[in-house]
């Protein structure tokens, strides 16, 4: 699977805003180890760089072509390409940060667990996944995807990956002193011709794209698009409006 930074950037202010706001509930003053897990491009690196500049900063994650753009900046940090999914760190983490990539994962009864036993004690495990996988822009991108009869697109289905807040409390709180947990619903404003296309394109279209090629890839574009522009109606001045649910979690270590 192979991602864009460009397409993913395109949308740079939308995507680091709720890395900012789960950054600011994170109660970490002097931390000496913080780890960027699902860095992408770097848009979140750069603002934990920024809270602690004296800290050692590493971004961790599984696209080269992510870390690759990451590295390009003057983002103090230190860049590992490894699958997230079994990443362990070699000492205690103070800060375990991670925006919008553990929801790529499965099996999080297990996971988030995991991820703790890389926190120091006293430490913060601070995680932000999307949660609108029934909004429109999901649920017809999986109707287009049956529709096409592709054993290999739909065999990229997943399920719903993202828990109900209840689940992951329970989850983490046997691992933790506390556990503050919030969902928030943007009401994004974007611009420009077909433009929850092209948030999707940054995201959650990259999986079946990878398999998709010439004629069968434009039409099931195509298809996706028509869905889209039905769901999502301009305004009267252009502009399109794109809900998007997030939860946020913040665990304190014992």
């Known amino acids: 699977m192979s991602w864009d930074p460009s397409i993913y950037l395109k949308f740079d202010d939308k995507r680091t805003r709720p890395a900012a706001e789960l950054l600011g509930r994170v109660p970490a003053d002097h931390p000496q180890n913080v780890v960027d897990l ?6 979140s690196t750069a603002l934990l760089a920024a809270r602690w500049p004296q800290a050692k900063i590493a971004g961790v994650d599984s696209s080269q072509e992510m870390l690759d753009k990451a590295a390009s900046t003057d983002i103090p940090a230190t860049w590992t390409c490894a699958d997230i999914a ?8 103070d800060v375990l940060f991670t925006n919008a990539a553990l929801h790529w994962l499965g099996d999080h009864h297990r996971l988030f667990p995991s991820l703790m036993n890389n926190v120091a004690p006293g430490g913060t495990l601070a995680i932000q996944m999307p949660r609108n996988f029934d909004a429109p822009s999901h649920t017809l991108l999986h109707e287009t995807v049956e529709e096409t009869g592709n054993p ?37 404003v974007l611009t420009g011709e077909d433009a929850v296309l092209a948030w999707t394109s940054g995201t959650a279209l990259v999986p079946f794209m990878s398999v998709l090629e010439g004629a069968e890839c434009d039409r099931f574009i195509g298809n996706y698009r028509q869905k889209l522009a039905a769901a999502y109606p301009p305004e009267a001045d252009g502009s399109t409006l ?11 270590k014992h």
Do not use: M
Request: aromatic share 12%; hydrophobic share 45%.
């Open 152 to 188: 290999n697109l739909i065999a990229l289905l997943r399920d719903n990956p993202v828990a109900d807040p209840d689940i992951y409390h329970r989850i983490l709180t046997p691992h933790a002193a506390s556990v503050d947990i919030w969902e928030t619903t943007y009401l994004q």
């Open 86 to 93: 079994a990443w362990q760190s070699s000492e205690p983490v």
């Open 38 to 43: 699902g860095c992408g491009p770097g848009n």
């Open 242 to 252: 794109f809900a998007f649910k997030r939860i946020f979690i913040v665990a304190q």
